[in-house]
Structure formats: C-alpha cells, structure tokens
C-alpha cells in the first residue's frame, strides 16, 4: 500500500536552478544513451514535468527505454524512483502512475489502471452497428487494478476547457489491423481546466464514492466518439481507447513515446443511411440556402443532429434547414459540386453538413468559412461539464482551395446515403 510518511525531498532539491540540469535530450535520441545518461536524462525530466504533461515525452520515453533494455538493471532503479516520487509530496497524491506502470510491465505484471469502456452503461457491450452519420456514445470507467495492491495518484479534472476531455484518445484501425489516420485539429476552446490530485485505492472505481456502509459506483463517464475519432467509409472497424494522466493526448500527432492506458478492443459497424427525399424536399433546401447565403456570418452548430426531426415557425434559415434531418443530405452534397455556387453559399453548405452530421468541421481547415459564428456547448456537453460559450470569428476566408480540401472528403460519404 501506497505510505504517505515518507521522507521528503528538500525544498532545495527541488528548486535547483536549470544550470545544474543535464543538457536536453529529445525521444529520438534516448535509445542511444548508456544507462548513466538514461537515468540523468529521466531525472531531469522528473523533476520538471508538470501536471499539464510537459515534457512528457521524453519523461514517458525514458521510461518505455528503460522497459525495453529490462530488468536486469532497471527494476531496481523504477523501485528506487517510486519511492522518490512519492517522497516528494505531502498530503497531496504523487504523480507516480507512469512510474508504477512501467516497473509493473518490466516485471511482466499487469497495468495498475485499467480502462473499462463499453457501448452501454456497464461498459460490458464490445460491438455496436450504427447507420452514417451516427458515431458511438463510449461508457468509461477508470479502476485500479494493481497487482501490487498500491494505491496511487490519478488527475481528477482538468483539460476540459476545448470542449472535449482531451487526456482521452481514440485509436482506430481497419479490418486489416491498418491504423485509420484522424484528424488532431480541433477548433473549439483551448485547453486545462480546474483540477485535482487523488489517490485511487486498491480495486476502487474512478469517481466512485465512500458512505458509512459501502462503496457507491459512479455513473460512468460518457464519451462522444466523434470528438475524438471519424470513420472513413462504410464497414467494420475496430478501435481502442487510450488515457494518459497528463499529456493532452487527443490533440498529438502520435502517442508512441507516451506510456498511455489501452482499453480492451471494441468494434463498430458503419452502414449506408436510406433516406426519403421529395422533389418538393429538395425544393425546400434550395430555397434555404438562397437564404441562408444573405447572411453575412456562416453558423457553424456544436452538436449534431440527433434523429428527431421538428418544426418551428420562425426559426431561421440554418435552424430549420437542420431539423430537415437527414433527408437534406443529398441535395448539400449536390450543391457542393454545383459550379454555379459562389465561395460563400459554399461556406454555407459546408457548415450545414457539419452541422447536420458532426463530421468534417470546416473550422479545421483555415480559410474555408471566412466570417462564422460557433454554438457554445451546453452543461453535460463541454468537457468537465461545464460551459464553453458561444464565439464568433473570421477566417481569413473563404478561399476556393480550403474549401476544395474540405469538399473531397465529403466525396468519400456520397455513397453513404442512399435515396429510396
């Protein structure tokens, strides 16, 4: 068990000025280090790494090194370096998860956290079928299944600030086990958020919370796999879910250097959506965007549509556009390839599709929308559950060549919607 009357570092220790530090090293650089410029590179690393992550690669990498060269040296170093880090600190729970997962993985032990993720509430389902556009919802708990029976220390909160809990990151691969390349840009909000440390006991849930006679499971955390993730065409795919207790993980390019946590592999069916579309329905559309193209700042919407198609008199042109549903997607993708559409009725098409599927949002590419206003998120859709208001904003756009980038990948959905 995890004792917190440790001998403490001082506080001189900890503030040694920077001179005193080894040179930096980069990731690419740590497998051609001796053990001795190892370990002065992981300390320095240690001693500087903050909450947020940074420098985390090269902290995670050295400790993906030293797991690598094994035990023969190592574990008795990791064991040595987990009870330093955990000397370090007071009353507050230590940073020392990635510490106690890497001597665990050299001794050939479990992870001491594991992700439980599922398509349902109990997190047990592991394969869903869904109709384009519909993406899955992830149930998520996080527990403590360390072999050692240590408790440890866990972030709770923080990076919710962008609207998506960005220490999460989903992994996705083809039927042929290729990875499905995804899109890191995500342009709402910047990130952190308020936080705290925690200590996670043995065999205890995340969230979970303690009365007089037990323990109270929590609900799980939900998940929009579309924050994170999008699937390319029609199929099967499998993918995983990943969490990293500091790093923003969602918003890198690769994860390799890092020391993340796996869930178990799900799966997720993409079929073609059949939709009905009138001759009077495609009429409406039209009539629609004409009016949408009068207003001078595209809307871009924060969630999708939901398959509850409604009616409201008065609503504006986008509002009413979107509650259509579905069925408008075939007359958008036609407009897109409609040479007679000026660069600013595009925008608009654009946006209603992102609007309408969740998918492609052109706030990614630079200089497709030019001036634009962006929903907020609503209390339990934003990270954190917290609100991300509304903005507004200019582009810089838009420009024929951003929106001609965004226009071919909608092309690979054309045939993802079918009219009867």
């Keep these: 068990m995890l004792s917190r009357s440790c001998t403490r570092w001082s506080l001189a220790a900890l503030l040694l000025p920077l001179a005193q530090d080894p040179a930096p090293v980069t990731v690419a650089e740590l497998s051609g280090l001796d053990d001795g410029s190892l370990r002065a590179a992981f300390e320095g690393a240690m001693r500087w790494a903050s909450y947020h992550g940074s420098g985390a690669d090269v902290h995670d990498g050295c400790l993906l090194e030293m797991i690598e060269r094994g035990p023969a040296v190592w574990e008795g170093y990791l064991e040595s370096a987990l009870s330093l880090r955990r000397a370090a600190v ?33 997190a047990t389902e592991d394969a869903v079928v869904l109709q384009f556009p519909e993406l899955p919802t992830l149930h998520v708990r996080l527990r403590n299944v360390d072999a050692g029976r240590d408790a440890f220390g866990l972030t709770d909160g923080g990076e919710y600030r962008s609207g998506r809990l960005a220490r999460w990151r989903v992994d996705v691969r083809g039927a042929d086990g290729t990875r499905v390349p995804q899109d890191r840009e995500w342009p709402l909000g910047v990130g952190g958020g308020l936080f705290q440390r925690i200590f996670l006991a043995p065999g205890q849930v995340w969230g979970q919370r303690e009365t007089e006679e037990r323990f109270v499971d929590p609900e799980p955390l939900v998940l929009a796999f579309r924050d994170y993730a999008s699937l390319p065409a029609a199929g099967t795919f499998r993918f995983s879910l990943l969490y990293h207790d500091h790093a923003p993980i969602a918003d890198l390019e690769s994860v390799e250097h890092l020391l993340v946590h796996r869930s178990r592999e799900l799966r997720v069916t993409w079929k073609p959506r059949t939709v009905r579309v009138t001759a009077a329905d495609r009429a409406r559309v039209r009539q629609l965007l004409g009016e949408m193209s009068l207003n001078e700042r595209v809307h871009v919407r924060s969630r999708p549509f939901d398959g509850r198609s409604t009616s409201e008199p008065g609503a504006d042109p986008e509002e009413q556009l979107f509650r259509m549903g579905w069925s408008v997607l075939p007359e958008l993708f036609a407009a897109l390839e409609d040479e007679d559409l000026g660069l600013a009725q595009r925008a608009h098409v654009l946006a209603a599709l992102h609007g309408i599927t969740g998918l492609v949002n052109p706030r990614v590419v630079r200089r497709s929308l030019g001036p634009f206003r962006q929903d907020g998120l609503a209390r339990g859709q934003a990270g954190g559950g917290l609100t991300l208001g509304a903005t507004s904003g200019d582009d810089g756009g838009p420009q024929a060549e951003a929106q001609e980038a965004l226009v071919e990948r909608w092309r690979g959905y054309v045939d993802l919607i079918r009219v009867e």
Excluded: C, H, M, Q
Excluded at 100 to 120: D, K, W
């Design 90 to 122: 007071d009353s507050a729970a230590p940073i020392d998860l990635e510490v106690l997962t890497a001597l665990r993985r050299i001794r050939g032990e479990r992870a001491p956290l594991e992700v439980e993720v599922g398509f349902g509430p109990r």
